[in-house]
Nanobody, 122 residues
Framework: QVQLVESGGGLVQAGGSLRLSCVAS????????MGWFRQVPGKEREFVAA????????NYADSVKGRFTVSRTYASKTLYLQMNSLKPEDTAVYYC???????????????WGQGTQVTVSL
């Protein structure tokens, strides 16, 4: 099993920045990739970004390219999402996920955190 705990969400004005963190524990070393997804009520969980633990370049949704940056620290099994130039449409619950392939669909990930709320006001 892999446990994921996110932190760093909050309320920010449009144009501001937030950094989300996700700490993986348990059998995290067995996973290959981690990703960030987000979800608003009534909509499906949406891919934001993904990164492999080593080697591969991160992958981003078009809606966040140039504004969000994903990074990871293998030694501490921590994934980060630096979010800059935030927009009201970025408001969502953000989830960290871990799995065995660097995919853009939620169903490909095996483990999920509890989510952290990000709210961007005008």
């Amino acid at each position: 099993q892999v446990q994921l705990v996110e932190s760093g969400g909050g309320l920010v004005q449009a144009g501001g920045s937030l950094r989300l963190s996700c700490v993986a524990s348990g059998r995290a070393s067995n996973t290959v990739a981690m990703g960030w997804f987000r979800q608003v009520p009534g909509k499906e969980r949406e891919f934001v970004a993904a990164a492999g633990w080593t080697g591969s370049s991160p992958n981003y949704a078009d809606s966040v390219k140039g504004r969000f940056t994903v990074s990871r620290t293998y030694a501490s099994k921590t994934l980060y999402l630096q979010m800059n130039s935030l927009k009201p449409e970025d408001t969502a619950v953000y989830y960290c996920a871990a799995g065995y392939s660097m995919a853009v669909v939620a169903g490909a990930y095996n483990y999920w955190g509890q989510g952290t709320q990000v709210t961007v006001s005008l």
